[in-house]
């Protein structure tokens, strides 16, 4: 069945160091792979996508790779904030119309002051 | 533009009830999929809805059934609750014109099951 594994539940970062994210899945082919936010309580926020022909996606601070050979993608925040903390979704997003979406359980990513 | 909207916020049902949440699309948006969302764990997707019919359906029983209206809206019914359905309830609209048909989710609806 369909697998998708976020590294680690929680992750602790210093403020100002790059934090890496890692999002592996197996038995799928992802047209697309998507990065979210999520605050507690709150519903998740779309922050990027990345297709499986694309090696690497920036915005702003925020970089994404996709490894479809390693069946891996990186999320990564430079120069992390507090304000950075929260959990970070990844998402497989479907190859056909009919696909599901599936989400990662999530990494709760604290940025230390 | 108002974004995705939900209603209720939060909502505390007993075992047994039948509850209605409901989700307003992001305007521009044709399509409409719940997510159910239990504490420390990733959305799992219920159904989608587009063009008033259920498209999808994820692995829920009959009990989750939905509904879209003409104005894209939508709502799902959850009958004979159980405490395990004690969860975020997401709604998330998205459009078929989209090629990447990125969703965008609402705030929300808390329930608790007692």
């Known amino acids: 069945s369909q697998k998708i594994e976020q590294n680690s539940e929680a992750l602790n970062i210093q403020e100002g160091k790059t934090a890496t994210l890692t999002c592996n899945y197996t038995n799928y082919s992802p047209a697309y792979l998507q990065w979210y936010r999520q605050d507690p309580g709150r519903g998740p926020v779309f922050l990027l996508l990345?297709?499986?022909?694309?090696k690497e996606k920036r915005k702003e601070r925020l970089k994404v790779t996709f490894d479809t050979t390693l069946k891996q993608s990186l999320f990564h925040i430079t120069a992390s904030q507090p304000a950075d903390s929260a959990t970070y979704l990844c998402a497989l997003d479907k190859r056909y119309r009919d696909d599901k979406i599936i989400f990662g359980k999530g990494t709760r990513l604290h940025i230390l002051p | 533009d108002a974004g995705v909207t939900q209603s209720p916020t939060h909502l505390i049902k007993t075992r047994g009830q039948q509850v209605t949440l409901r989700c307003s699309p992001k305007s521009g948006h044709d399509t409409v999929s719940w997510y159910q969302q239990a504490l420390g764990q990733g959305p799992q997707f219920i159904f989608q809805?587009?063009?008033?019919?259920?498209?999808q359906r994820g692995n829920f029983p009959d009990r989750f059934s939905g509904h879209q209206f003409p104005n894209y809206s939508s709502e799902l019914n959850v009958n004979a609750l159980l405490l395990g359905d004690s969860a975020l309830y997401l709604c998330?609209?998205?459009?078929?014109?989209?090629?990447?048909?990125?969703?965008?989710f609402g705030p929300g609806t808390r329930l608790l099951v007692l």
């Open positions: 990345i297709r499986e022909n694309e």
């Open positions: 809805y587009y063009e008033e019919e259920e498209r």
């Open positions: 998330a609209s998205s459009s078929r014109a989209e090629i990447q048909e990125t969703q965008y």
